[in-house]
């Protein structure tokens, strides 16, 4: 049960950051007007709020089923979330959440507790989707509900917050393609490196 909440969750901050970039994506082809900076500032601002921060540089990558594939936060939109329950204040999440440019992928990982320099943590949640027409037929990949998996992966976050660094690190974690009980389970490996600036 836990676990599935666990899913959940990422899944509704993997949405809402979706729902919010779908306005301030990166695209040099946008027509520059006072209502289109009023929303982007709106959005940024939503973004920017303490504990969250849009990557301005830097990759993320990740591989399963011997393909690897790549969000660049120069075109590709990056962020990285802290998230708490305000009603239990026990309850934090931290984690990364992209989607690119075309938005035909999207990639969310989480681990609970607090992020700091050399930090640790099992991962909490995770989802890996691709829509059909980005190189190959499109799927879906995240952490089953199902309690026969006894380990879910680490994220280990050796930079965060520190210079121009967002957050420098490396995952892994094992994802199913479906929510089966049944369902093989695939390892994603992957790493990070952010920039503020």
């Not at 970039?21 to 303490?50: G, M, T, Y």
């Not at 995770?126 to 380990?151: A, H, M, N, R």
């Not at 879910?152 to 393609?177: C, E, M, P, R, W």
Request: with cysteine.
């Amino acid at each position: 049960m836990c676990n599935k909440r666990f899913t959940y969750l990422l899944f509704f901050i993997t949405i809402a950051f979706m729902a919010v970039l779908s306005s301030c994506q990166k695209d040099s082809d946008v027509k520059e007007n006072s209502a289109l900076k009023a929303s982007i500032a709106a959005d940024s601002a939503a973004i920017s709020s303490p504990g969250n921060f849009l990557a301005a540089a830097g990759t993320l990558s990740l591989t399963i089923k011997d393909s690897t594939y790549v969000f660049d936060a120069s075109k590709d939109s990056i962020a990285f979330i802290n998230v708490h329950d305000d009603n239990d204040n026990t309850k934090r999440y931290y984690g990364i959440t992209a989607i690119n440019k075309e938005h035909t992928m999207s990639f969310g990982i989480s681990s609970s507790g607090y992020v700091h320099n050399d930090k640790s943590g099992d991962i909490a949640g995770s989802q890996f989707l691709l829509l059909p027409g980005y190189k190959k037929p499109g799927f879906q990949f995240s952490l089953s509900k199902y309690s026969g998996q006894k380990e879910f992966g680490n994220i280990y976050i050796d930079k965060y917050n520190q210079d121009s660094v967002l957050a420098k690190g490396t995952f892994h974690t094992f994802l199913a393609s479906d929510d089966k009980a049944n369902a093989p389970f695939y390892k994603v490996e992957g790493s990070f490196d952010l920039k503020l600036k």
